[in-house]
Every structure is written in structure tokens, then in C-alpha cells.
């Protein structure tokens, strides 16, 4: 799995990525790449296509935002991966708009709500 991180120097990126990477190692799953993208769609878009090019086995990417989900989730779908690699999102901003294309979205309460994967396409 790979995970898709904020601007490197914030808070916030750097605790959501060390929880996701803590959360990975304790369900015994390798991570692979750590990159940012910076909070941004197109960025988010860009490295996740740079993941899936030097990893073509990865199956998930965790994302430190929403926005960079969405990204990810355009790479996925652009690269024939829809259903094979899954996309997670955190803080609920703007995944709703994604049609339940991003698995999960973890909000900063702590809770996750599972998103239909049956409309990954």
C-alpha cells in the first residue's frame, strides 16, 4: 500500500500519515511509497500515477485528504486499476462527490464510513 501525504511539514500530514503507517504495520501490510501531494487534486492525481507506475502491485492508497483522494482515484481509473487498487480518504470533505468511489473516508472523530466499492468502474 502506498500513502498519499499533505504538505510534509504540517501537523496534520505528518499525524495522519505516521497513523496510517502505524495502523498498516500493525495489520502487517508493507508500505511502499510515501509521497506528498500537497492537499491538491492534480497533485494527488499526479504522484498516485507515479505510485502505480513503480508499483504495479499496490492495493491501496491512503491519502491525508480528501481532495487528494479524488485525485487518486482519477489515477486509478486512468491506469485500468478501478476494483484492484482502493483509495482512502481523510476528513470527509469531498469524497461524497467521488459517488462512493473512494472506500472509506476516516474523519478526524475517529469514525469511518465504508463507501459502496461496488461503484468502482
Request: hydrophobic share 45%.
Amino acid at each position: 500500500m502506498a500513502i498519499i501525504q499533505g504538505v510534509t511539514t504540517t501537523t496534520n500530514s505528518q499525524m495522519r500519515s505516521a497513523g496510517f503507517k502505524d495502523a498498516m504495520g500493525f495489520a502487517g501490510m508493507k508500505v511502499v511509497a510515501l509521497q506528498s501531494g500537497e492537499w491538491e487534486i492534480d497533485k494527488g492525481n499526479a504522484v498516485a500515477s507515479q505510485i502505480l507506475n513503480a508499483n504495479p502491485n499496490v492495493k491501496a492508497q491512503l491519502c491525508d485528504n480528501d481532495n487528494m483522494a479524488i485525485g487518486a482515484v482519477s489515477a486509478v481509473r486512468a491506469a485500468g486499476m478501478a476494483g484492484k487498487v482502493q483509495v482512502v480518504g481523510f476528513v470527509n470533505d469531498q469524497a461524497d462527490a467521488q459517488g462512493g468511489r473512494v472506500l472509506a473516508i476516516a474523519t478526524s472523530t475517529r469514525r469511518s464510513r465504508l463507501c459502496s466499492a461496488s461503484t468502482w468502474r
